[in-house]
C-alpha cells in the first residue's frame, strides 16, 4: 500500500532513537500518521515543525498499519510563526483543533483548502482573527455543527438578528429573545460575514464559535476538553483589545 500527497504537519513525537511519528493533514487522504525514519535527526527534525508545508509518501504492507512516511518540505511556516506571540498562538490553535476534531484518515478537502489559505496569512495579525474566526465556522460547518444565521428561530425576521441560541444554534432577533435574552449567545454583525469587524466583536464571535466547539463537537468526541491552545490564542487576542 503506498499513495503520495501534500499536507500541513500537525503533531510530531520521538519514536525510538532516531525516529519521530508524525500526523499530517493531507488534502486526499486526511489526518494521516506514519512513522518518519531518521525523524529525529539534525537533518530531518528543523524540516518537521507543526505548521509545515510537506511533500509525503507513505507505504505499508497493509492499509490498516501505520506505515512510513517520506517527507520532502515544500514550505515552512516557521519564520511567519515565530513573528509574534498572536501567529505562533494562532498556528498552536489551528494544528490542535485539526488534530482534536478530525477523524483519522478521512478527507475533508474544503477544511483542507481553508486551512492552507489561513496558515499562509501566518503573520499577517490585522486579517489572522477574522480569517482564523471563519475557519472556525467552516469547521463547525464540516462536522455538523453549523450555524444557522439567517434567520430568527423565533419569529423568522431576517433583522435585527443579535444572538445566537446555545441550543439550536440558530439566530434570535431582539425581539424573539425576550426574557431569555440573558441566557443566549452574542451574534455580532463580522458572525455573519457583515460590517468592518473590529477586534471587540471577533472576540464576542470567538466566544459563540468557542461555545459550540466545547458543548457540540468536544462531547461528539467521547467529552475530551478542548485543546488548550485555542484558549491560548483567543487569550492572546484579547489582550490587544
Same mark, same amino acid.
Given at each position: 500500500?503506498?499513495?503520495?500527497?501534500?499536507?500541513?504537519?500537525?503533531?510530531?513525537?520521538?519514536?525510538?532513537?532516531?525516529?519521530?511519528?508524525?500526523?499530517?493533514?493531507?488534502?486526499?487522504?486526511?489526518?494521516?500518521?506514519?512513522?518518519?525514519?531518521?525523524?529525529?535527526?539534525?537533518?530531518?527534525?528543523?524540516?518537521?515543525?507543526?505548521?509545515?508545508?510537506?511533500?509525503? #509518501?507513505?507505504?505499508? =504492507?497493509? &492499509?490498516?498499519?501505520?506505515?512510513?512516511?517520506?517527507?520532502?518540505? +515544500?514550505?515552512?511556516? %516557521?519564520? /511567519?510563526?515565530?513573528?509574534?506571540?498572536?501567529?505562533?498562538?494562532?498556528?498552536?490553535?489551528?494544528?490542535?483543533?485539526?488534530?482534536?476534531?478530525?477523524?483519522?484518515?478521512?478527507?475533508?478537502?474544503?477544511?483542507?483548502?481553508?486551512?492552507?489559505?489561513?496558515?499562509?496569512?501566518?503573520?499577517?495579525?490585522?486579517?489572522?482573527? #477574522?480569517?482564523?474566526? =471563519?475557519? &472556525?465556522?467552516?469547521?463547525?460547518?464540516?462536522?455538523?455543527?453549523? +450555524?444557522?444565521?439567517? %434567520?430568527? /428561530?423565533?419569529?423568522?425576521?431576517?433583522?435585527?438578528?443579535?444572538?445566537?441560541?446555545?441550543?439550536?444554534?440558530?439566530?434570535?432577533?431582539?425581539?424573539?429573545?425576550?426574557?431569555?435574552?440573558?441566557?443566549?449567545?452574542?451574534?455580532?454583525?463580522?458572525?455573519?460575514?457583515?460590517?468592518?469587524?473590529?477586534?471587540?466583536?471577533?472576540?464576542?464571535?470567538? =466566544?459563540?464559535?468557542?461555545?459550540?466547539?466545547?458543548?457540540?463537537?468536544?462531547?461528539?468526541?467521547?467529552?475530551?476538553?478542548?485543546?488548550?491552545?485555542?484558549?491560548?490564542?483567543?487569550?492572546?487576542?484579547?489582550?490587544?483589545?
Amino acid at each position: 500500500m503506498d499513495w503520495r500527497d501534500h499536507g500541513i504537519l500537525l503533531t510530531t513525537r520521538r519514536h525510538g532513537e532516531t525516529a519521530a511519528i508524525i500526523e499530517v493533514f493531507t488534502e486526499i487522504h486526511g489526518r494521516h500518521a506514519g512513522v518518519v525514519r531518521g525523524g529525529a535527526s539534525r537533518k530531518t527534525a528543523p524540516i518537521l515543525q507543526p505548521g509545515a508545508q510537506l511533500d509525503v #509518501l507513505w507505504r505499508a =504492507r497493509l &492499509e490498516e498499519h501505520i506505515g512510513t512516511f517520506q517527507v520532502e518540505p +515544500l514550505r515552512s511556516r %516557521a519564520a /511567519a510563526a515565530f513573528s509574534g506571540r498572536l501567529a505562533l498562538a494562532g498556528l498552536n490553535a489551528v494544528v490542535a483543533l485539526l488534530a482534536f476534531c478530525l477523524p483519522e484518515r478521512e478527507p475533508h478537502p474544503v477544511i483542507y483548502k481553508q486551512t492552507e489559505q489561513l496558515m499562509d496569512l501566518l503573520g499577517q495579525d490585522d486579517v489572522w482573527p #477574522l480569517a482564523y474566526l =471563519r475557519w &472556525e465556522l467552516a469547521m463547525l460547518e464540516e462536522l455538523g455543527f453549523g +450555524l444557522d444565521l439567517t %434567520a430568527c /428561530a423565533v419569529t423568522g425576521a431576517v433583522e435585527d438578528l443579535i444572538y445566537v441560541s446555545p441550543k439550536s444554534g440558530r439566530a434570535v432577533s431582539e425581539k424573539g429573545a425576550g426574557e431569555w435574552a440573558d441566557k443566549l449567545l452574542p451574534l455580532p454583525p463580522c458572525l455573519r460575514g457583515e460590517g468592518a469587524a473590529p477586534d471587540p466583536e471577533i472576540a464576542e464571535a470567538l =466566544r459563540t464559535t468557542g461555545y459550540f466547539l466545547e458543548h457540540r463537537v468536544a462531547p461528539s468526541l467521547g467529552h475530551r476538553p478542548l485543546p488548550e491552545a485555542r484558549a491560548r490564542f483567543v487569550e492572546q487576542f484579547t489582550r490587544r483589545l
